[in-house]
């Protein structure tokens, strides 16, 4: 049986997918559950990139110290600069075991017109920053990296004697893994297989071959499982395959065609597997999921809402007489239940704060007393409380936590006669203020419809009218979290700042959908104007 390793990039590659951003706590309850996943390592983030993400890389590292992640190991992403490879090493200082994952383009394209390098620099950067990461110590002599990664990006639109050469570079300064990204999600699985068998050929070495797949023509699992059978012994993956672009490889999906397909995805005729333990697939998925704000979409494969759902008269009856008729996996595999009925408007704060530390999230006494306060308030209204219901409500709490704005009161008035007009009140905190005695601001304004007519109230008091700046809705959408008339409605909304681009996404759930859509439209806001802060501009309603 060969092993393969599990590389979850969930939080380095995972956090680059538009509008997603996790904070240091946030990315600590998803690598704990990674951990308790089975995860063999774990991309914490790109300490160079941010302090906020070296802050979180050296959280995780520091759990990691203290037991708390098993056996995993934790790498921190660094481009092919000393000063990377130093902030990557502080990162990962107090992880029991840690990875520097440094990487370069290769392919022409990248060179010539985003590095501006020729290959021979390119080579020389190699050979520099591998030896580096391998040699640099810590104050007590100890190698600041227990292993380092070399990933050459765009690998697979590389020319291949090139590609063989960054490798042998690599390779020669004790890399000790190697990984071949298809970054643009470009190869198929036949070519990636002639890539891998030609280049193990050319640069043959005791170093580990992994494999990191883009999925921008859907084929990202399929090009990783073709790794595998050719000898690649680890596979760099995400939950929900969330990532840049269209995504990376789905974990769930490498883990499960690893187990439903022992038949026939194999090396050499040997089996392949993996530690993860399926039963936590679920879990971990709605986490990320409630964590990220993207929703999984509903045909996904394995964690889609729909993936054991049988709607058709023909496929129920199949299913009923004999499950194998339509179910290659059990729901139960990957620790799929019923949407079990957790809590109701009786049950106290301790019960809520244990089941939120069930799901995976860790609330400090603050954030528990919000959160319950949320959960008494729609329980008031629906008869029970799922699991689902709670993954809402905390998600809207972690969303909006420290915001500048708050929803005191709204009226809409609307029609088929009428053009929708909308009075928001908001309560309007100043930077680190109390809870009480903040100012509260009023607008009224049309729009097409009482959702619209409502941001664009909230527009005008957060000064995102034009007045201080502008922000353009990219999407708005709303999902009942469960099923009934009384379901709690969640909305998502992302915006974008019309100067910078950059996106910034919002949720909020009620029972009320156009309460949900407001706070979720706040969430946003409030993060455009904590960045319009930072970049020390005043807000109007100051
Ligand atoms: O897609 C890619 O090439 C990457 C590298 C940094 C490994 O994410
Ligand atoms: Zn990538």
Not at 81 to 88: E, H, M, P
Not at 136 to 161: K, N, Q
Not at 234 to 257: D, H, K, P
Request: charged content about 25%; hydrophobic content about 40%.
């Amino acid at each position: 049986m060969i092993q393969i390793q599990i590389y979850d990039t969930t939080l380095r590659d995972g956090e680059q997918t538009p509008g997603v951003h996790f904070g240091p706590r946030q990315k600590l309850d998803i690598a704990l559950r990674l951990a308790k996943a089975g995860v063999d390592v774990i991309e914490a983030g790109f300490p160079a990139s941010s302090p906020g993400d070296a802050e979180a890389v050296a959280g995780i590292a520091e759990a990691s110290g203290k037991g708390r992640l098993g056996d995993t190991v934790v790498s921190a992403l660094a481009r092919m600069r000393r000063d990377d490879v130093d902030a990557a090493a502080k990162a990962v200082r107090e992880a029991r075991r840690s990875r520097l994952h440094v990487f370069i383009a290769t392919s022409d394209i990248h060179l010539e017109y985003k590095l501006r390098i020729t290959r021979e620099e390119c080579l020389q950067r190699i050979r520099d920053c591998v030896a580096y990461g391998r040699t640099l110590c810590r104050e007590d002599g100890r190698p600041a990296f227990d292993e380092v990664e070399f990933s050459a990006e765009d690998a697979t639109r590389t020319d291949p004697d090139f590609l063989a050469e960054a490798v042998r570079c690599a390779a020669e300064e004790g890399a000790q893994i190697v990984n071949i990204p298809d970054t643009v999600g470009y190869t198929t699985p036949d070519e990636f297989r002639r890539i891998l068998t030609g280049l193990r050929e050319k640069v043959p070495g005791s170093y580990r071959l992994s494999v990191h797949c883009h999925n921008d023509l859907g084929m990202a699992t399929a090009n990783s499982l073709a790794a595998a059978e050719c000898g690649a012994e680890q596979i760099e993956c995400t939950v929900n395959g969330l990532g840049e672009r269209a995504g990376n490889a789905a974990m769930e999906e490498i883990v499960m065609a690893l187990r439903v397909r022992r038949d026939a995805i194999r090396n050499r005729g040997e089996e392949l597997s993996c530690r993860i333990d399926p039963h936590e697939i679920t879990e971990t998925s709605r986490l990320v999921a409630s964590l990220s704000g993207i929703a999984v979409a509903p045909n996904k494969a394995v964690v889609g809402a729909n993936a054991f759902a049988h709607a058709s008269g023909i496929h129920q009856h199949g299913v009923m007489a004999a499950r194998g008729t339509y179910e290659i996996m059990k729901p139960e595999e990957i620790g799929l239940n019923a949407n079990t009925i957790v809590l109701g408007k009786l049950s106290g704060r301790h019960a809520f704060a244990d089941r939120t530390a069930q799901l995976g999230y860790t609330l400090d006494a603050a954030g528990i007393d919000a959160a319950f306060a949320r959960f008494k308030e729609i329980a008031d209204k629906k008869s029970v409380m799922t699991d689902d219901d709670i993954r809402a409500i905390v998600g809207e709490y972690l969303d909006s936590r420290e915001g500048r704005y708050y929803l005191e009161t709204f009226q809409i008035q609307s029609g088929n006669h009428i053009r929708a007009m909308a009075l928001v009140s908001l309560i309007v905190k100043e930077p680190g203020g109390s809870e009480e005695g903040n100012p509260v601001a009023t607008e009224a304004a049309p729009g097409e419809g009482p959702v619209d007519a409502a941001f664009n109230a909230v527009n005008r008091i957060a000064g995102a009218d034009g007045s201080a700046g502008r922000v353009e809705l990219v999407s708005y959408g709303i999902t009942a979290v469960t099923e009934g008339t009384d379901a709690l409605g969640e909305a998502k909304v992302k915006i974008r700042d019309a100067e910078s681009g950059t996106v910034f996404s919002g949720r909020g759930v009620s029972t009320d959908v156009i309460k949900a859509s407001i706070k979720a439209y706040l969430g946003a806001i409030n993060k455009w104007t904590a960045m319009r802060e930072a970049a020390g501009e005043e807000s109007p309603a100051e």
